[in-house]
């Protein structure tokens, strides 16, 4: 069975840090580009970043470019996404998603999606 499970989430003070983790079953994530998205209750599901299948290029909305960073881990089967220097504006549930498309930072280029996992930064 397909699917795929963030974790890592939680409270953190404002400047601290988090790393959520996406771990897969039934699909190996090295042969997907896997997206990173957020959404706060009531507004749209919105970008984080992403990371490509084959050569591990990332990229970033421009609102976490350099505080968060995507990466891989094959061996495991895991993607991590680590949260440097939170702010407020980054509380929200996140979210992992593998598609077979490029690096992407479109909702609708992937395909399969966790259940998400909820950061909330607050003093």
């Known amino acids: 069975q397909l699917q795929l499970v963030e974790s890592g989430g939680g409270l953190v003070q404002p400047g601290g840090s988090l790393r959520l983790s996406c771990a897969a079953s039934g699909i190996t994530l090295e042969t997907y580009a896997i997206g990173w998205f957020r959404q706060v209750s009531g507004k749209e599901r919105e970008a984080v970043s992403c990371?490509?299948?084959?050569?591990?290029?990332?990229n970033y909305v421009d609102s976490v470019k350099g505080r968060f960073t995507t990466s891989r881990d094959n061996a495991k089967n895991m993607v991590f996404l680590e949260m440097n220097n939170v702010k407020p504006e980054d509380t929200a549930v996140y979210y992992c998603?593998?598609?077979?498309?490029?690096?992407?930072?479109?909702?609708?280029?992937?395909?399969?999606w966790g259940q998400g996992t909820q950061v909330t930064v607050s003093s």
């Open positions: 998603a593998a598609g077979v498309v490029p690096c992407g930072l479109v909702a609708g280029d992937y395909d399969y």
């Open positions: 990371i490509s299948s084959s050569d591990g290029i990332t």
